[in-house]
Every structure is written in structure tokens, then in C-alpha cells.
């Protein structure tokens, strides 16, 4: 029996030699993971700058992961500030201070709400989506197909969507922003008795240019995410139909995780630049 051999089992005989094999495991698969999503995002920036460009299919993907996101994202804003307009409200009120309701609302709306929990909705729906549709193509070897073909199924799958993402994601987070505000508004003159024209001159005079495009480059970001991600997946998928819908589920924790530690690291990069 080989040195090595005895140090092994020696190890594994300690206390905690199960709960740092674990740790260790979680962390190699942790780097395996981030290594291959950053393998697919240099191909899918690569193929973005060769011909042809699919131009077509990137606008029906706007319609398909953007477009019919509307719903989810717009109905989530306006009973997100109906909420924070009836809680805010009430706490301030304590105070006297129900007047800077509008305040607290735009600016948590412009600079986080916005953009993380249309994220976080529109993204668990748009992630799984492509997770499924590409998915379903690999264990049904229509990717192979691409590949036989000639065809990069980067530039086919990825790009497009991966295009259409960041494209519409910005645009969502500025629509959730004002329907957010513009529910909050009418729950405070509701309960609050406060005037519409009060406050719109309050949310007018509390955010500027920094803090909307603090939440429009988050949202640019988490749109990147969860598509990079959903068709990671999707290309990853094995185990047919069951896998699928295995592969899809994971889709959804991972981007619901990454946009939230994502929300944090990019927040503390672009806050020098809102309050310089």
C-alpha cells in the first residue's frame, strides 16, 4: 500500500474531511462553470463581428424574449410602487414626513427595483425559455445538425438571443421605471391625499440623468446574464426531455443568484459615478 494511499484514507477518517471534500467540489465546479460561460460569451462576442449578421433573427427574438415580456414586467412594477407608495406612506407618516414619498419611491425605483426585479421576473421566464428551446434542439441533435451543416451554432442560437436580451432589457427597466412611479403616485394620492402635480415635482427634482442610467447599464448587464446563461444551459442539456426540464429549472436559481450578487458588484461600481 502506496504512502499516498495511507494519507488518503487517513484524511478521510478526520471529522471535517467530508465537509471540506464537499467545499472543495463546490468550488472546482464553481470555476468549471464560470470558465465555460466565459468560453460562450468570447465565441458569442467573436461571432457578433463576422458576416453575416443575422439581423432577422435577432429582431423576432426582440419580439419573442422582449416584447412578450411586457406583461410580467410592467404588472410587477405597478403594484411594486402601489406597495412601497402604501408602506412608505404610512411609516412616514409617523414622522410627518408622507410628503417625500415620492422621493423615496423614484429614486428606489430608478436606481434598483427597476431594474432587479424586472430582471429577476423577466429574466427567469426569457432564461428558462432558451434554456427549453435550445436544450430541446441538443438532445434532439439539431445542434449536431448545425454543426454538420457548416454552420456556427453560436452565431445561429446564441447571439441572437444573447442580442436581443441586451437590447430590450434596458428598454423594459425604463417602462417598469415609469409605470412603478406612476402606480406609486396614484396609491399616494389614494391614501395620502397627496396632489399628482406635487408629487411629479418631487420625482422630477430627486432624479437626474445619473440615476437613470445607473439602472439602465444594470439592467443592459443582467439582460447579458441570464441570456449567456440560459443558453449555456440549453447547450449543456443531456438526458432527453427530463433533462430538460431538470436543466431549465437550474436556469432559473442560477440567474435569480447572479443578478442579485451581480446587482450588488455593479451598484458599487457605478455609485462613484451617480454621487461623485
Same mark, same amino acid.
Given at each position: 500500500?502506496?504512502?499516498?494511499?495511507?494519507?488518503?484514507?487517513?484524511?478521510?477518517?478526520?471529522?471535517?474531511?467530508?465537509?471540506?471534500?464537499?467545499?472543495?467540489?463546490?468550488?472546482?465546479?464553481?470555476?468549471?462553470?464560470?470558465?465555460?460561460?466565459?468560453?460562450?460569451?468570447?465565441?458569442?462576442?467573436?461571432?457578433?463581428?463576422?458576416?453575416?449578421?443575422?439581423?432577422?433573427?435577432? *429582431?423576432?427574438? @426582440?419580439?419573442?424574449? #422582449?416584447?412578450?415580456?411586457?406583461?410580467?414586467?410592467? %404588472? &410587477? $412594477? /405597478?403594484?411594486? =410602487?402601489?406597495?412601497?407608495?402604501?408602506?412608505?406612506?404610512?411609516?412616514?407618516?409617523?414622522?410627518?414626513?408622507?410628503?417625500? *414619498?415620492?422621493? @423615496?419611491?423614484?429614486? #428606489?425605483?430608478?436606481?434598483?427595483?427597476?431594474?432587479? %426585479? &424586472? $430582471? /429577476?421576473?423577466? =429574466?427567469?421566464?426569457?432564461?428558462?425559455?432558451?434554456?427549453?428551446?435550445?436544450?430541446?434542439?441538443?438532445?434532439?441533435?439539431? *445542434?449536431?445538425?448545425?454543426?454538420?451543416? #457548416?454552420?456556427?451554432?453560436?452565431?445561429?442560437?446564441? %447571439?441572437?438571443?444573447?442580442?436581443?436580451?441586451?437590447?430590450?432589457?434596458?428598454?423594459?427597466?425604463?417602462?417598469?421605471?415609469?409605470?412603478?412611479?406612476?402606480?406609486?403616485?396614484?396609491?399616494?394620492?389614494?391614501?395620502?391625499?397627496?396632489?399628482?402635480?406635487?408629487?411629479?415635482?418631487?420625482?422630477?427634482?430627486?432624479?437626474?440623468?445619473?440615476?437613470?442610467?445607473?439602472?439602465?447599464?444594470?439592467?443592459?448587464?443582467?439582460?447579458?446574464?441570464?441570456?449567456?446563461?440560459?443558453?449555456?444551459?440549453?447547450?449543456?442539456?443531456?438526458?432527453?426531455?427530463?433533462?430538460?426540464?431538470?436543466?431549465?429549472?437550474?436556469?432559473?436559481?442560477?440567474?435569480?443568484?447572479?443578478?442579485?450578487?451581480?446587482?450588488?458588484?455593479?451598484?458599487?461600481?457605478?455609485?462613484?459615478?451617480?454621487?461623485?
Amino acid at each position: 500500500m502506496t504512502t499516498d494511499t495511507l494519507q488518503r484514507r487517513a484524511f478521510d477518517r478526520l471529522p471535517f474531511s467530508g465537509v471540506f471534500g464537499t467545499l472543495g467540489h463546490s468550488a472546482l465546479r464553481f470555476f468549471e462553470v464560470f470558465g465555460s460561460i466565459s468560453r460562450l460569451t468570447f465565441a458569442t462576442v467573436r461571432a457578433a463581428f463576422s458576416l453575416p449578421f443575422e439581423g432577422r433573427e435577432v *429582431v423576432r427574438q @426582440l419580439y419573442y424574449l #422582449g416584447v412578450q415580456s411586457l406583461g410580467v414586467g410592467l %404588472l &410587477t $412594477a /405597478l403594484f411594486t =410602487g402601489a406597495v412601497m407608495a402604501l408602506q412608505f406612506g404610512h411609516g412616514l407618516a409617523r414622522f410627518g414626513a408622507s410628503n417625500y *414619498v415620492g422621493k @423615496l419611491i423614484s429614486v #428606489g425605483f430608478v436606481m434598483e427595483l427597476g431594474p432587479v %426585479l &424586472t $430582471a /429577476l421576473l423577466v =429574466g427567469g421566464r426569457v432564461g428558462a425559455g432558451i434554456t427549453a428551446e435550445i436544450g430541446s434542439m441538443r438532445v434532439t441533435e439539431q *445542434v449536431d445538425a448545425i454543426r454538420a451543416l #457548416g454552420a456556427d451554432p453560436v452565431k445561429k442560437l446564441v %447571439l441572437p438571443r444573447v442580442l436581443a436580451c441586451v437590447i430590450s432589457m434596458p428598454l423594459l427597466c425604463i417602462l417598469a421605471d415609469v409605470i412603478g412611479i406612476l402606480g406609486g403616485m396614484l396609491v399616494a394620492g389614494a391614501e395620502q391625499g397627496i396632489a399628482f402635480s406635487f408629487y411629479l415635482d418631487q420625482v422630477l427634482t430627486t432624479v437626474d440623468i445619473p440615476e437613470v442610467t445607473h439602472g439602465v447599464i444594470k439592467a443592459g448587464f443582467f439582460g447579458f446574464f441570464y441570456s449567456i446563461i440560459g443558453c449555456w444551459m440549453g447547450l449543456q442539456t443531456t438526458g432527453g426531455t427530463e433533462g430538460v426540464g431538470r436543466f431549465t429549472t437550474q436556469t432559473v436559481v442560477l440567474t435569480s443568484i447572479t443578478i442579485l450578487v451581480g446587482d450588488f458588484v455593479l451598484g458599487k461600481a457605478l455609485l462613484p459615478f451617480v454621487h461623485p
